[in-house]
């Protein structure tokens, strides 16, 4: 901004990089306090949420997943099977959990035309969005040991950062003091 700056009237020329710098500063936080206000009074209906879950197809990804993973079926051939689950599904007012297993074997068979390789409890797992989560793994999953660790690694960066941002302000604060001292002994002279 201070190379940019227009050539003309002095009392136009504001030389204030640092002061917009730090109200920038100040008005994320505040921003984000005022997220903190909302995320704290919100209420999350466990039960409500999980009907609105079961009534959608959010498990069909999981679905192509796990006939890769338990019958070696190639994603591709599980992904077009799900998707045509989700579309008899909305077609006939049916969710994930209400589609009978009679039903899926079909419509598997018309898709990949061969047998449904999963057995009935297996893709009852597949389709309970509870059990999605839980059987989740890896790093940035939504498991709750996961996010767990996410939270406290980034809990240790906010305090690091803090930290930093303070020693900044402070060297500024110094700084500024110093240049006032350098320039009033000028001044002087």
Do not use: C
């Not at 006939?92 to 209400?98: A, D, E, M, S, Y």
């Not at 989740?136 to 980034?154: I, N, T, Y």
């Amino acid at each position: 901004m201070a190379h940019n700056t227009n050539f003309g009237e002095v009392s136009d020329v504001r030389y204030a990089l640092k002061d917009q710098v730090l109200t920038v500063g100040d008005e994320t936080a505040r921003m984000y306090r005022a997220l903190q206000t909302v995320l704290d009074g919100l209420q999350v209906n466990s039960a409500r949420t999980l009907e609105k879950v079961n009534s959608d197809f959010s498990t069909m990804t999981e679905l192509a997943d796990a006939l890769l993973r338990e019958a070696g079926v190639p994603f591709r051939m599980g992904y077009n099977f799900a998707s045509a689950v989700t579309t008899y599904g909305r077609q006939n007012g049916k969710t994930p959990t209400q589609i009978t297993y009679a039903e899926y074997q079909r419509i598997y068979k018309e898709v990949n035309g061969s047998v449904f390789p999963l057995e009935a409890a297996a893709l009852q797992q597949v389709v309970d969005p509870r059990r999605v989560v839980a059987n989740r793994r890896g790093r940035g999953g939504p498991q709750p040991g996961e996010v767990e660790r996410m939270l406290s690694e980034h809990r240790k960066r906010l305090a690091a950062d803090r930290e930093w941002v303070s020693n900044e302000r402070r060297k500024m604060a110094d700084a500024e003091t110093r240049l006032t001292v350098v320039f009033d002994r000028l001044a002087v002279q």
